[in-house]
């Protein structure tokens, strides 16, 4: 979705001096944010990852996936500061979750190495990054429409999440959609939850903020009654912020793609197959355990059927 969210999932660009992820230092990268590399090995579960990732046989001369590996880095549009999804450790300055280590199964599977460069996008330019080669992908709760489908090409579904509703813990009287009507209610910006919110709730007003961590902060301070984001985000905040819960169940279904170059269908098919086998081999479910399982219990659920949401095809 986007925050991604999701994010859907949007991203405050951020000014680092010198990460160590792979030895190498950050980069700026204008007006598309800042670029980190990424670790070519998160260290222990991500590691055990990377091991048990498999390796493409060939890649077709002239194809996307060759000019990748001549580069030797894979380039992900992505995120730093989303938990459980892609957000850099302050300690080990190595980025972690979901889509980061999806994003170094993928670098693997073209160049034999999990070497990935995160350039951190908005929700706003992910589209234009794909579309001016600015990045080879986005990992980045980019959830799959038909209206996205006209500027990007969408590899998967390879997760589905949806949109829940969080208030400050104390706050009553909103535990559903409908209780959002006639209240001020907290989104991001250019995310599935603007037109999701007008749905449910037509004489809502809707204030929206640029990155997660900014729309938490002012449903904290009080500037809206609610904020509507995509569960596998709220998860993680509501599970480190007590002062944040999370009302009820998702009240949509979001189903997140890899975007890429728009008309790109050779590399679709080769994402999409290479999907195909970390989820037979269970590799998509140990992944899904090491990041968004370490806060849900119970086992991985069934990934997404490939090509399954339209937009996807």
């Known amino acids: 979705m986007v925050r991604t969210s999701a994010r859907k999932r949007w991203a405050v660009p951020v000014a680092v001096a ?3 992820l792979a030895g190498l230092t950050a980069c700026s990268d204008g007006d598309s944010g800042s670029s980190v590399p ?4 998160g260290g222990g579960k991500q590691d055990d990852l990377v091991a048990a990732a498999p390796v493409a046989a060939n890649l077709p001369a002239g194809s996307t996936m060759e ?14 500061d989303a938990p459980l999804l892609s957000q850099q450790n302050p300690g080990t300055k190595k980025v972690e979750g979901l889509d980061a280590d999806f994003g170094r199964l993928l670098a693997k599977y073209i160049i034999g190495k999990p070497e990935v460069k995160i350039v951190n996008s908005a929700s706003e330019t992910r589209e234009a990054l794909l579309s001016n080669g600015t990045v080879d992908v986005v990992f980045q709760t980019y959830s799959i429409t038909p209206e996205r489908a006209k500027q990007v090409a969408f590899a998967g579904p390879y997760y589905s999440s949806g949109l829940v509703i969080a208030t400050k813990k104390d706050k009553t009287g909103i535990t559903s959609p409908a209780d959002l009507k006639g209240k001020t209610v907290i989104a991001g910006a250019n995310t599935p939850a603007i037109p999701a919110i007008k749905k449910v709730a037509p004489d809502a007003k809707i204030v929206t903020f640029g990155t997660d961590p900014e729309c938490v902060q002012a449903l904290k301070q009080g500037r809206g009654d609610a904020y509507v984001q995509d569960e596998a985000l709220l998860l993680a905040t509501a599970k480190q912020d007590p002062t944040v819960k999370i009302q009820g169940k998702p009240f949509t279904s979001d189903p997140y793609g890899i975007g890429l170059k728009h008309g790109d269908t050779q590399m679709k098919q080769f994402v999409n197959d290479w999907l195909k086998q970390i989820q037979a081999s269970g590799l998509w479910a140990r992944t899904w355990k090491n990041s968004i399982g370490t806060v849900v219990e119970g086992d991985a659920p069934q990934p997404p059927a ?4 339209p937009g996807s095809e």
């Open 67 to 80: 000019k990748i590996k001549k580069r030797g880095q894979l380039i992900v549009g992505g995120s730093l």
């Open 18 to 20: 010198a990460l160590s």
């Open 306 to 309: 490939i090509g399954s949401a």
């Open 38 to 41: 990424g670790a070519a090995g």
